[in-house]
């Protein structure tokens, strides 16, 4: 295994100088996809880097959505995602349509939008944001009389609650971060007296009341680095426990759920990386007047980042 990880990442390399390309992959990937990164980071991260990369080629190690913000971002570079199933069940919760008619309801809302959403979505918003800076965004927004958060309930909630703005909620969810559940992390804590525990915003209410810290990923790794706790029980998806214990070896890292595990953000290995990027294969592009007005919303984003 080892053997044949080492050749496919020998070809992978050789490959990209020649097509000079840049890995971009986020925090959820597999180990072994986050090993041959040139940059492992969250959503506003990898966004930030797309947007300033000098590559030609872009390949994105996430899921469909990432991969589209790259492209909305960089229309002349080529956006490869090495696996075209990795979508966002969130993403999918919501639709151009259902969003259009939602605003003809509410025609004076504000819509903001977290970036997992389509570029169709996006194109029907007003702001973008990440996880990492929600708050930021809607309190921004002092003028707005009334905002509509889509497509993600539970981030929309806390951001509310972080605010004090009353906000509509789209109804979705992340199927990965309900399997985390408050009776897990009582018992952790109950076990590991000392540790404190960091939750994703995605995760449901009950769960954010018993975090000490509710943070993006790109925010975990930083308080795993700066904390003086030497032990974290982490709430979101497992893929973040590789590049926690990589970087901070004397730390001990505790995962809520060994269930919360996105099976999209899995398809992605070192082999589909390879090939997608010896066919230039499955490309990722938006079409000129979605990707304009996604833009809009996106450049909100990375300025109020
Ligand atoms: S972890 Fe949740 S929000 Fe993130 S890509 Fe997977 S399903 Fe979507």
Known sequence: MENRNAELIEKIISLKQRENAIILV???QLGE???IADFVG???????????????????????????TASILCPDKTVLLPDMHAGCPMADMITAKRLQEKKKEHPKAVVVCYVNSSAEVKAE???????????????????????????DQYLGNYVS???????????GFCPTHIRIQPHDISRLKAEHPQAKAVVHPECRPEVIALA???????????FARE???????????IGIIHRLRKENPGK?????????????????????????LENMANQVRVQQRTRLRAKAAVDKMLEGG
Request: with cysteine.
């Open 125 to 151: 918003s007003d702001v973008c944001c990440t996880s990492a800076n929600a708050v930021r965004i809607v309190e921004k927004l002092t003028d707005a009389e009334e905002i509509l958060f889509v497509p």
């Open 212 to 222: 000490d810290e509710v943070l993006s990923t790109g925010g975990m790794i930083r």
């Open 42 to 68: 969250d959503s506003l991260e990898l966004s930030q880097k797309a947007a300033k990369t000098e590559a030609d080629v872009i390949v994105f190690c996430g899921v469909h959505f990432m991969a589209e």
């Open 227 to 237: 904390s003086e706790a030497e032990e974290i029980i982490v709430g979101t998806e």
């Open 252 to 276: 001990r890292f505790i995962p809520v759920s060994e269930q919360a595990v996105c099976p999209t953000m899995k398809l992605i290995t070192l082999e589909t990386v390879l090939w997608s």
């Open 33 to 35: 996809v986050q090993d």
């Open 26 to 28: 986020h925090n959820y």
């Open 161 to 171: 609650t972080k605010t004090g703005r009353k906000m509509l909620l789209w109804p």
